[in-house]
């Protein structure tokens, strides 16, 4: 049994892909499956109309300008400086 399914949104998974409708589940805090899940869930959401992004990292950043030396936007967390 897994402990969530996000059934029906549109998955957007960063592979490049194009976006698909498609459930999502999730076990142990893991993606296990997209596609079409079946099964028992512990929790299972509607998510239909919404986007599904898993695996996504916001790699927010208050340094506008990083993208014009580092193209990737690397997460800069706890370094204290911007190019550190």
Known sequence: ?????LRGG???DGSGAP????DVGIDAGRVVAV???DGAARR???????IVAPG?????THYDAQV??????TPRAG?????S
């Open 1 to 5: 049994m897994l402990d969530l399914v």
């Open 79 to 83: 370094t204290g400086s911007p190019r």
């Open 68 to 73: 014009t030396w580092d193209r990737l936007c």
């Open 35 to 37: 596609g079409r899940v």
């Open 10 to 12: 549109c998955v957007c």
């Open 44 to 50: 299972t959401l509607d998510v239909r109309g919404l």
């Open 56 to 60: 996504f990292v916001d790699v927010h």
């Open 19 to 22: 976006a698909r409708d498609a």
